[in-house]
Every structure is written in C-alpha cells, then in structure tokens.
C-alpha cells in the first residue's frame, strides 16, 4: 500500500455516494478495524492498542507511522475527508485500507474522539477533540507519530449501548482480530493491552514467527511456506489439521478479509489426498491482486471483496499449495517411545529416500532404513499409492473401451442428476455413461486402463464411485480401484516388499494413500538413543535431524 501523498480533503458528493456502503460503527471492534487500517495506511512499524472495559470505556491506538499534518488536521473528523482518495472521483482505484474517510468521523458520532499527531519533520503536534459536530483543534508537544483515544462509546446512544456484547466476549474478538493483523503483517511490532495488562506481544519476524505469536510454537513448528506470483505465506503440514476451518487465513493486498468458500476450497484440493476428509488445514496467505481487479466497497467493515477473476485467483492457490507440500518432506515422524521427541525444523528437498528394507512385521509393515532413520512403511497404503498413480498415468494414456454390450443400470435420482452433471467429465477420461429415461442409464465405454482389472463387480463399482458424492469423480474412482487389488496382510514376502518400496520412492507423492493415510512413519536414531539413555557418539543428528544446542540437550 502507499502512504498519503495528498492533503486531506472533503470528497464532492458524488464521490462520497459512489462509497458510501452502510454504518462503519457499530461496536468497539469496528473502531479497533479501522484505527489499525489506518495506522497501516501511515506505514506504521510499531503499532500498539490499548482497550478498557471491553472498548466502551477506551479505545486508543498509537503508532508511529506519517502523522497528519497541521494543515490538515481540523479535518481529519471530518465526514468523507480522506487523502487517500483523489477528489476527482477515481474510488474504484483504491491501494489502501481505508478510503471513505468516515472511520474517525463515525467514532466521534458514537463517542467521544482524541486524535494526537506529528510527522516527524514536523515543529509542534496537533490535538484535535471532537464529540458530535463539535470539534476542537490545539497545537501541543508530541512525539511523532499519531495516537487515537475513543472514549465513553454509545454512553449517549443507550438503545446502541444496551445491544453490546459483554466485555469479555468484546476482548475476546478483538484479540482475534488483531490476531489476523499479526498474521498477515509480520514484519511488524505490535502490543495489545486490556484493562492493563498485555495480552499479545508481537515483535518484527516472518510469518513463521506470527503464527508462533498467535497459535503458539508447536503450530509454528509445523507450518512451511508458501510462495508464488501474487501470493505468499504460510500453510500448515498435514498433521497440523482441524475440524473446522477458523484457521485458514486470507488477506487481498494486506487487507484481511473473509475468504469466499472458492479460495477455502482450493487450498484443501491443493493438499489433494494428504488430508482426510473433514479436514481443514492452518494457512495464512497474502493475495496481491492489481487495484482495478478487487472491490473493498461492497461491505460495511471492508471484510469482504470482490474479486474481479476469483477463479483464476482459487487456481493459482490451489496450485502454489500444492507447489509448498511438493517441496517438503511429509513424512510423520513415529509416536516417541517414551516422550515426544522434540520436534525438527524442517529441512528443504521433498524426495523420498532409498530406503533399504530391513524386515517384515505382521506381513503388513515393512522396516526399512534410509538417511540414517528407520522407517516404518504401511505395505498396503504405499501398494496404494504406487498402484494408484500408475492408474492415472495408464488412464491418461489410454482411451475407452466400448462394451460389446452396453449394460443397463439402474440409477438414483441422486446419481441421475450427477450423470447430467459430470457426463462430459466422465467422458473425457473414457467412461461413457449413456441416460436412457426412467431412471435407467447405459453404460457404453469404461476406460481401457481399468476395463481389465482384477476388481469384483468393476463396473459396478465404476459407476457407483463416478456418481458418488465425491466433488473429484477421476480421484474416488482410481483410489477405490487402486485398492482392491493392492498387497494385504499376509500377501507380504521379502522379495514383495522391496519391490514395493522401490516403486514408492519412483511417485510423485509418495506421502500418503489416495485416501489421505500417511504411507511412512519415521525414528530416527537419536530418539532411540535418547530412549535408551545414550550419550556420546550416538547423540548426533542424522538424516532428517536438525542439531539441538548442546544447552538443550
């Protein structure tokens, strides 16, 4: 974002409407959103914000950003008086947080305001008081920078007042909401205190760092980063997941926003079949998008935006994403045999290691080593894996093959309405599935690269898996096929588990099974060595081991 270049202005009329989008104050979060946007938009380093009695009683933000000059500054409570639009009505062209110039206007409506402000070149601050239409303007000594204090909120609205949630629950989303402001601005130094006492503490770091801020070091442990053209962050690793989706963070050229679903969506396909289902991973990740192609102005508190190719901006999540899991090494390292092994950094390089196998347990695991490690191999899952993506290959490859018979099928109305929906879709990977009225469909084609396996009730299972409620049809039919014929307890010899490893390390996400099982587990040595009481030469690190500190160890 650019800092304001221009003098504060009141917009025409015109302009004014054309932004104008509803009540920007209606509780003390929403003056909190837009002191912190434009303590931002003043390119503040260090930004601090202090609450009482859960934002009724005060509100102050300090930062040590431009400041407003004297000239100014008698306008700054002003309705519509903003320098970061120019008057001549180019609102659609906005580079900054804020822009309407309502924010300090609506908070002397609903309480009472106390604006300080220097720049630093500056002889002298500026005070401005203002309550209502009335607002006072006096020169005074201040260091630089600019401090907003609201006070007394809606205590002369008592309608407004009497609707406010509880303080605790006040605090409790404001915590949140600087929360996101950490996150996407890590490079930054911010403090929160509440009633006096300091609640989050933020000191200048990479988004690494924001997210040990926010959620705490063990999250931080598990997160890699994410960049590609227009879009930069972080997103957790498989094992870091959750139920809900309260953790996946967005922002659109540094504004955090409510994400549309599309963009939720694509960074879970981005993990394809590395999370189960259900899941939802941590993410924070910065949009940058030209000025013309997004729309802060649809929405009150600027929370939502409207993006000009939402599509194309879901498509290049979806596929930085899976550009960040390709590049790191996914394996899930084994439960510790008697404490949890303090966690490893994480080094770059996704491959999968040769693996030597060592032996068989249960006819299902096999224990192999590689990089100094032992590794535990589920023979079934990463039979899955292999068979799985040779699959798609075969099927890409190959096309249909017609039926000498076209098979008559019975079809819910469900999987009916599926047909209609997904009948190009299937077609174009060689299942061919004809409507034949009165819930009958034919199937005509399946596709050579299946037509031959050794699957019970093939077609069946085909159609059924096609039309599934799956929202990827090509993925649920290879991965339930892929099943079926891979290595089961008590199918496993030697010579088949080599073989299997072998083939493991040749995929190109060797990670985990199409249904999102972890393949590998890992111990490495030094967690042995620890186990057991080690101490000397076989305390190092190896492998995929960073070194600890000798005063960690």
Wanted: aromatic share 4%; charged share 20%; hydrophobic share 45%.
């Amino acid at each position: 974002m650019s800092l304001p270049t221009r003098p504060i202005q009141i917009l025409p009329p015109q302009v004014a409407r054309l932004i104008a989008a509803g009540e920007v104050v209606s509780r003390p979060l929403d003056v909190v959103r837009e002191l912190l946007d434009n303590a931002l938009d003043a390119g503040a380093t260090r930004i601090e914000l202090d609450i009482a009695g859960g934002g009724l009683d005060l509100i102050r933000v300090r930062d040590n950003g431009c400041g407003i000059p004297a000239a100014s500054a008698a306008l700054a409570a002003e309705r519509h008086a903003t320098s970061k639009l120019s008057p001549d009505g180019a609102a659609l062209h906005v580079t900054t947080l804020g822009f309407r110039g309502e924010a300090l206007w609506a908070a002397a409506q609903a309480g009472e305001l106390h604006l300080l402000t220097r720049p630093a070149a500056q002889v002298g601050a500026c005070e401005v008081r203002a309550h209502g239409e009335a607002t006072q303007v006096a020169r005074v000594s201040a260091p630089a920078g600019t401090t907003v204090t609201v006070t007394r909120l809606f205590a002369k609205l008592p309608a407004r007042l009497r609707t406010q949630l509880a303080p605790a629950a006040e605090v409790r989303e404001i915590t949140a909401l600087l929360g996101r402001y950490v996150l996407h601005h890590p490079g930054l130094s911010w403090r929160m205190v509440v009633d006096g006492e300091p609640r989050l503490t933020h000191a200048p770091a990479d988004p690494r760092g924001a997210v040990a801020s926010v959620y705490g070091p063990l999250s931080a442990n598990r997160v890699m980063a994410v960049e590609a053209p227009g879009i930069s962050g972080v997103v957790s690793r498989p094992e870091l997941t959750r139920t809900r989706r309260d953790r996946m963070h967005f922002s659109v050229n540094g504004r955090p926003v409510q994400a549309p679903p599309e963009l939720e969506k694509a960074v879970i396909e981005g993990f394809a079949e590395l999370l189960g289902a259900g899941a939802a991973p941590l993410c924070v990740l910065n949009l940058t998008v030209a000025p013309e192609d997004h729309d802060p102005n649809i929405h009150p508190a600027k929370q939502v935006v409207a993006l000009a190719d939402l599509p194309g901006v879901a498509a290049r999540v979806r596929a930085a994403v899976a550009g960040a899991l390709a590049a790191h090494p996914l394996m899930r390292a084994a439960p510790a045999l008697s404490a949890p092994p303090v966690p490893a950094a994480e080094r770059p390089g996704g491959h999968f290691p040769a693996l030597t196998l060592v032996g068989v347990y249960q006819e299902l695991y096999l224990l192999a080593q590689g990089e100094g490690d032992l590794w535990v191999v589920d023979a079934h899952a990463a039979h899955e894996r292999v068979l799985y993506e040779r699959l798609g290959r075969e099927l890409h490859a190959a096309g249909p093959v017609a039926l000498p018979e076209p098979e008559l099928l019975h079809l819910t109305p469900e999987q009916m309405a599926r047909l209609h929906e997904r009948g190009p879709e299937l077609r174009a990977w060689g299942l061919d599935i004809e409507d034949f009225g009165a819930g009958l469909a034919r199937l005509r084609a399946v596709p050579a690269a299946l037509a031959a396996l050794p699957v019970p009730r093939l077609h069946e299972q085909l159609v059924e898996t096609a039309l599934g409620g799956g929202p990827d049809p090509r993925r649920e039919v290879l991965g339930r096929l892929a099943c079926a014929p891979a290595l089961k307890a008590g199918m496993l010899d030697h010579a088949r588990g080599a073989a299997v490893l072998a083939a493991l390390e040749a995929c190109e996400l060797p990670w985990a099974c199409p249904h999102g099982r972890p393949t590998t587990l890992r111990l490495s040595e030094r967690e042995l060595a620890h186990a057991f009481g080690r101490r000397g030469v076989r305390d190092v690190a190896r492998g995929r081991d960073e070194p600890v500190p000798a005063s960690q160890r």
